[in-house]
């Protein structure tokens, strides 16, 4: 069995930009939550879109929050997993969603509407990794860049 090794600062923000969907964990009144949420990344932050009366916009708003992705390669027991810390803010300025639209604006899977754009500046970015010898980049399957998915 491979021991964790400590993924660089580009690797951790590479797997980030490549992957479209991760975990948002928050503090509420009941006790901690993770919620599953798609996202983009814009500039030097993680976007999220989400409704004003779900969980995340009653207890996730100007908070310090964490945020995980993970890539897992079952047959070959390894993967990757990368966390970002840092304090979320409701996006309202118009010209910072509009910039948010133009780059890449995320796209939830689950129905209804989603008008609220929160916005995570990662203060902390970190990650590890099984099988040092393996390239993490190489196998994910969703490869995105900061220019608008089609």
Not at 30 to 56: A, C, F, K, M, Q
Not at 80 to 100: F, K, L, M, Q, Y
Request: charged letters at 25%.
């Amino acid at each position: 069995m491979s021991e964790p090794v400590q993924l660089s600062y580009w690797q951790c923000e590479s797997i980030l930009r490549a992957e479209v969907l991760g975990r948002i964990a928050f503090s509420a009144p009941d006790g901690p939550h993770i919620v599953p949420i798609n996202y983009s990344v814009v500039d030097e932050t993680i976007i999220v879109r989400t409704s004003p009366d779900s969980l995340l916009a009653a207890h996730g708003c100007g908070v310090t929050v964490a945020f995980e992705v993970d890539y897992i390669n079952h047959a070959h027991r390894r993967g990757c997993s990368v966390v970002a810390r840092g304090e979320t803010e409701v996006v309202t300025d118009p010209a910072v969603a509009a910039h948010i639209h133009r780059v890449w604006e995320p796209r939830p899977w689950v129905g209804g509407t989603r008008p609220l754009l929160l916005r995570l500046r990662w203060s902390e970015l970190s990650g590890r990794q099984l099988d040092p010898s393996w390239d993490p980049l190489s196998e994910v399957p969703v490869r995105r860049t900061e220019s608008r998915p089609r």
